[in-house]
């Protein structure tokens, strides 16, 4: 490919409990979005980040974030569950991107996910020389007394623990979900 490639990825921010990980994970989340977008700048790889919410959601929205239009359906639609959580459907979050930016791949990650300042730079490697149009990047576990954003550093010097879990899916793969 020549010129710069283009990368966009969402999170789907959500006000939470003050007392929830996820209340203390999402600053420390976005941070490293943009720490690791400053890096792949310096490597040609231009990154776009994107939030879709809920509209009562809509002030957890980062500033430099580009906000998607609301999402509108949730779990809650198609059924009865005993633990009433608002939990929006993959597609919707991947259609609010795909609506709202002409990178060639996109990502989309939770509000816990933490990346590697290298994060963007190794995605884009793995697309130039594995030859994938579609992968996943599984997380890695680190311990939870991290808390603030200047813990950060502290943070990527943990070697973490593996996980089995599904995070990230490029552009090309919209058709089949």
């Not at 579609?134 to 593996?162: H, L, Q, S, W």
Request: charged fraction near 30%.
């Amino acid at each position: 490919m020549s010129g710069i490639r283009k990368i966009a990825h969402i999170v789907n921010p959500f006000k939470a409990d003050e007392l929830s990980d996820l209340h203390t994970a999402q600053p420390i989340t976005y941070e490293t979005m943009r720490i690791a977008r400053e890096f792949a700048k310096t490597k040609g790889v231009d990154v776009e980040l994107f939030a879709t919410c809920y509209e009562e959601d809509k002030e957890m929205v980062p500033d430099d974030f580009k906000a998607t239009r609301y999402l509108t359906r949730s779990m809650l639609d198609k059924g009865r569950f005993n633990k009433k959580r608002k939990l929006p459907f993959f597609r919707d979050i991947l259609e609010r991107l795909y609506e709202s930016s002409d990178a060639d791949y996109f990502i989309q990650t939770n509000v816990d996910i933490g990346l590697m300042p290298n994060f963007y730079v190794t995605v884009n490697e793995i697309i130039n020389n594995a030859g994938y149009d579609v992968f996943c990047i599984n997380k890695r576990v680190i311990p939870n007394p991290y808390t603030e954003i200047d813990e950060i550093p502290m943070m990527y010097a943990e070697i973490g623990k593996e996980h089995n879990g599904m995070f990230c899916i490029p552009k090309e793969d919209m058709a089949s979900i």
